[in-house]
């Protein structure tokens, strides 16, 4: 129900079950981490490649900031993914009953009270562990803060720059490329996680600032990073539409990105019951 997303306990990164993270809705768990080392191999090469070409201020860019995100985040997915895998191949050889699918019991797990006859329901715990929530906002900032990206280069930034793959794969692939993860993978979305991927954008407004203070120079030497974030001529019109797009726009798409869970997981229980 989408009205249990509105609790404040909604902030945290906390979900009962570990194999959301590593499992696909749809596919195998092979075939699921086939997909996964290959969209890995692709952006890791393109990373690589601007590393190569732009030296230490590609880093300078918070496009380069989050497509480097997006490569930690789909390392990290795969190495979720293999894990699991090398677990359910592990079970098979050592002839043990396949469970469920999901880390702890599917219906109830015991309270340690020493009072058998006090339960709580699995969906209300939180079996994940450290790494698993690392990896939860790794893919919220990716995600969210990725397709914020998309939108805000070609609606404002865009200017004269050269679309080539490069570019392509930077601000059109790089959402592309979670939208279809999130559709195929088990992953969960809070509604409330939005604030995460905005304080990664406000931390990165901040590191701009202090660049541009620095004397900072973008790779064609200006005195700035983007044109739209000149500090040294910046309009109240520019001022307004960053705000707009941080506490409009970015939850939007956030929004965008939980309703595709949800009709995600929706399908594939229309799926499952057939």
Request: aromatic share 20%.
């Given at each position: 129900?989408?009205?249990?997303?509105?609790r404040?306990r909604n902030?945290?990164?906390?979900?009962?079950?570990q194999?959301?993270?590593s499992?696909?809705?749809?596919l195998?768990?092979?075939?699921?981490v086939?997909y996964r080392?290959?969209?890995?191999?692709?952006n890791?090469g393109w990373?690589f490649?601007?590393?190569?070409?732009?030296?230490a201020?590609?880093?300078?860019?918070l496009t380069n900031w989050t497509?480097?995100?997006?490569?930690i985040?789909?390392v990290?997915?795969?190495?979720?993914?293999?894990?699991?895998l090398?677990k359910?191949?592990?079970?098979?050889n050592?002839?043990?009953?396949?469970?469920?699918?999901k880390?702890?019991?599917?219906?109830?797990?015991?309270i340690?009270?020493?009072?058998?006859?006090?339960s709580?329901d699995?969906?209300?715990?939180?079996?994940l562990?450290?790494?698993?929530?690392?990896?939860?906002?790794i893919?919220?900032?990716s995600g969210?803060?990725?397709?914020?990206i998309?939108?805000?280069y070609?609606t404002?930034?865009f200017?004269?720059?050269t679309?080539?793959?490069?570019?392509?794969?930077?601000?059109?692939?790089?959402?592309v490329?979670?939208?279809?993860?999130?559709?195929?993978?088990s992953i969960?979305?809070?509604?409330?996680?939005?604030v995460?991927?905005?304080?990664?954008?406000?931390?990165?407004?901040?590191?701009?600032?202090?660049?541009?203070?620095a004397?900072?120079?973008?790779?064609?030497?200006?005195?700035?990073?983007?044109?739209?974030?000149?500090?040294?001529?910046?309009?109240?019109?520019?001022?307004?539409?960053l705000?707009?797009?941080?506490?409009?726009v970015?939850?939007i798409?956030?929004?965008?990105?939980?309703?595709?869970?949800?009709?995600?997981?929706?399908?594939?229980?229309?799926?499952?019951?057939?």
């Open positions: 129900m989408c009205g249990e997303e509105f404040l902030f945290k990164f906390w979900h009962p079950f194999r959301d993270f499992e696909s809705r749809w195998s768990l092979p075939v699921f086939t080392v290959i969209v890995t191999a692709y890791l990373l490649y601007n590393m190569y070409l732009f030296g201020k590609l880093f300078i860019y497509f480097l995100i997006l490569n985040y789909f990290y997915a795969t190495t979720l993914s293999c894990i699991a090398y359910d191949v592990k079970k098979q050592e002839a043990v009953p396949k469970a469920s699918g880390d702890g019991p599917d219906e109830y797990i015991e340690g009270t020493g009072d058998d006859s006090i709580t699995i969906h209300e715990v939180d079996n562990r450290l790494h698993h929530k690392t990896f939860w906002v893919y919220v900032i969210t803060a990725g397709l914020w998309t939108a805000g070609w404002i930034l200017e004269n720059d679309v080539d793959a490069n570019n392509i794969t930077k601000h059109a692939l790089n959402s490329f979670m939208v279809i993860d999130t559709f195929l993978s969960p979305i809070r509604l409330f996680h939005w995460y991927a905005l304080l990664y954008l406000v931390i990165y407004i901040l590191f701009s600032v202090f660049y541009w203070l004397g900072g120079t973008n790779n064609q030497g200006k005195p700035y990073i983007y044109s739209a974030l000149n500090y040294g001529d910046f309009p109240t019109t520019t001022a307004i539409l705000v707009v797009f941080l506490l409009v970015l939850p798409l956030h929004l965008i990105y939980f309703g595709l869970t949800k009709l995600r997981d929706y399908f594939y229980k229309k799926y499952k019951s057939q």
